[in-house]
């Protein structure tokens, strides 16, 4: 077998691919690509399974090409969606495929000598000046309708499973579009493979399909499954349906490495897999090993460590986990005191605030402060019995009935965290 198609195949990363695929890689180095559009000025974590594609396939000494679709994203794939997208404004589209490129560029080799630097196209560049009858001229002549009605994305629109009655003309075309750039990386820059997600079989087969009646060439398809979790819930989004971005100012590093610690024990298991460079031997030692002590949640902390790493850099990914076992109850007070206000207020998310004037709060005696002052404890009565049961602390330090607040107790210049027992939490905001 391929090493590349072994890869995928062992990863759980591998759906289908067009006869002659694995011959065609076996021959000679091959390129390939994957299209990216540009729906906002981020990918999320549901494109990280088509980057890694295309580093395991560089790292096969392949060439990759990352295609960001500032063309086609004008229109929108109608592949697995159930309604019309909102088209966007050209100023906001193009600053999309900036912010695209700019991303993509972090995660495959694009310098150096070697044959196989990745390559990053935007197929507005070729679609620009093409007029409409040139191209139902030269690419709508190639392709049927009854052809065109046959694949799935078409075909679920128009059964209405999707609960809508139809596809415009606009979307219809979409899959020529994308086939017009298979057919135009297929003659200009010798592209003989495109990769993409199961529900761009239909697509991907359609460029295939014109490479071989307007080119007489031969192309070939390669896809990976859709990721869902084992729950058969959708993956990469948040309970309230927000998606996990790339970019940290949408997505903060410690967010992003939460996400991926909190994934379930069968999860973990794949995603391990999914989205790491480990090698097998490593992974099925890690699971192993997991297996033996699951509590201890080595396989997560390792999975959560790989990605951040990959997506944000190793600092961020220190920063994350110095922050991760600050609430977990793993850090020292020194600790806490250095967060800044943003990953301070990333941690204790959720938990409940106070604002004070800082005279209110300096100097003042800690049974005042946490009964009267803040009404975390309802009495002094109760602030003292939980004092004295060494059940309160202050950023993470036991205190007793003589502790007053000093200015270098406060987090960022401005916070107290108080806390009672191992998961009440309380912040204290001086002014």
């Given at each position: 077998?391929?090493?590349?198609?072994?890869?995928?195949?062992?990863?759980?990363?591998?759906?289908?691919?067009?006869?002659?695929?694995?011959?065609?890689?076996?021959?000679?180095?091959?390129?390939?690509?994957?299209?990216?559009?540009?729906?906002?000025?981020?990918?999320?974590?549901?494109?990280?399974?088509?980057?890694?594609?295309?580093?395991?396939?560089?790292?096969?000494?392949?060439?990759?090409?990352?295609?960001?679709?500032?063309?086609?994203?004008?229109?929108?794939?109608?592949?697995?969606?159930?309604?019309?997208?909102?088209?966007?404004?050209?100023?906001?589209?193009?600053?999309?495929?900036?912010?695209?490129?700019?991303?993509?560029?972090?995660?495959?080799?694009?310098?150096?000598?070697?044959?196989?630097?990745?390559?990053?196209?935007?197929?507005?560049?070729?679609?620009?000046?093409?007029?409409?009858?040139?191209?139902?001229?030269?690419?709508?002549?190639?392709?049927?309708?009854?052809?065109?009605?046959?694949?799935?994305?078409?075909?679920?629109?128009?059964?209405?499973?999707?609960?809508?009655?139809?596809?415009?003309?606009?979307?219809?075309?979409?899959?020529?579009?994308?086939?017009?750039?298979?057919?135009?990386?297929?003659?200009?820059?010798?592209?003989?493979?495109?990769?993409?997600?199961?529900?761009?079989?239909?697509?991907?087969?359609?460029?295939?399909?014109?490479?071989?009646?307007?080119?007489?060439?031969?192309?070939?398809?390669?896809?990976?499954p859709l990721i869902t979790k084992a729950d058969g819930s959708k993956f990469g989004k948040s309970e309230s349906g927000e998606n996990y971005w790339l970019d940290a100012k949408k997505t903060s590093p410690y967010k992003f490495y939460q996400f991926w610690l909190n994934a379930t024990d069968t999860d973990a298991e794949r995603f391990i897999k999914f989205y790491t460079f480990l090698p097998k031997e490593e992974i099925e030692a890690l699971i192993e090993e997991h297996k033996t002590a699951p509590h201890e949640r080595k396989l997560q902390r390792k999975l959560a460590e790989e990605v951040t790493i990959w997506v944000h850099g190793n600092e961020e990914y220190e920063k994350a986990l110095k922050a991760s076992n600050i609430l977990f109850g793993q850090s020292t007070a020194e600790d806490l005191v250095s967060l800044n206000e943003e990953l301070f207020l990333q941690v204790f998310d959720g938990v409940p605030q106070k604002e004070l004037s800082k005279s209110e709060v300096i100097g003042t005696n800690i049974i005042d402060l946490i009964s009267e002052k803040t009404g975390f404890l309802k009495s002094k009565g109760e602030a003292k019995r939980e004092l004295a049961g060494n059940s309160i602390s202050i950023n993470k330090t036991k205190v007793g009935e003589d502790y007053s607040v000093s200015e270098n107790d406060l987090i960022d210049g401005k916070f107290l965290l108080i806390q009672k027992g191992k998961k009440n939490y309380f912040i204290v905001k001086a002014v």
């Open positions: 077998m391929n090493a590349f198609i072994e890869e995928l195949k062992w990863r759980g990363l591998f759906s289908d691919m067009t006869p002659g695929t694995e011959e065609q890689l076996d021959k000679e180095l091959t390129k390939a690509y994957i299209g990216f559009d540009p729906t906002a000025d981020s990918l999320h974590i549901g494109s990280l399974i088509q980057i890694k594609i295309l580093a395991h396939f560089q790292q096969h000494g392949h060439q990759p090409i990352a295609l960001v679709g500032g063309a086609t994203g004008m229109i929108g794939d109608p592949s697995g969606k159930s309604a019309e997208r909102n088209l966007l404004s050209e100023e906001t589209l193009l600053h999309y495929v900036d912010c695209l490129k700019n991303q993509l560029s972090r995660f495959l080799e694009f310098d150096g000598d070697g044959d196989n630097k990745a390559i990053l196209v935007n197929n507005y560049d070729w679609m620009k000046n093409f007029t409409f009858l040139d191209f139902a001229k030269n690419i709508g002549k190639h392709i049927t309708v009854n052809y065109m009605m046959a694949k799935d994305s078409v075909k679920k629109r128009f059964s209405g499973d999707s609960g809508v009655d139809g596809m415009s003309f606009t979307e219809f075309t979409y899959q020529l579009l994308q086939g017009y750039d298979y057919l135009h990386l297929y003659q200009n820059e010798g592209v003989k493979l495109q990769m993409g997600g199961s529900d761009q079989w239909g697509n991907i087969t359609t460029g295939t399909e014109l490479i071989r009646r307007k080119a007489r060439g031969e192309a070939f398809a390669l896809t990976v």
